[in-house]
């Protein structure tokens, strides 16, 4: 984020919905988020869902906890998240969820 552009920021976005449009990931990826937070054991994730995919759900989870941290830095980070919640505004993919989400986040 460090050049000033958004667009670097709503790749992640489209990542995450990318992949939290994909089987029950969505929450996944925000349990995984949550757990990261609170540095809990992920050894119940890698059991359900496997290593592999585990770890990829977790590379999606640490770019949003790293722009949520962005957006509480950043004026043209929160507005971005802004709009792009406007975007997704009805349901519109996972991507609204994501920002929303992140959005609503007090401490990450």
């Known amino acids: 984020m460090a050049s000033g552009d ?3 920021a709503a790749k992640v976005l489209a990542r995450y919905a990318e992949v939290a449009n994909a089987d029950d ?3 996944v990826v925000m349990n995984l988020l949550e ?3 609170k540095n809990a054991d992920l050894q119940p994730f890698v059991e359900k ?3 592999a995919k585990t ?3 977790l590379v999606v989870a640490s770019a949003l906890w790293s722009l949520a941290t962005n ?3 950043r004026e043209f980070v929160r507005k971005g998240l802004h709009q792009g919640q406007r975007r997704q505004a009805g349901g ?3 991507g609204g969820a994501a920002v ?3 959005r609503g986040r007090r401490r990450c």
């Open 6 to 8: 958004f667009r670097y």
């Open 25 to 27: 990931n969505a929450l």
């Open 35 to 37: 757990a990261r937070v």
């Open 49 to 51: 869902y496997g290593e």
């Open 55 to 57: 770890r990829d759900l």
């Open 71 to 73: 957006a509480q830095q």
């Open 92 to 94: 519109q993919g996972a």
């Open 100 to 102: 929303t989400a992140i």
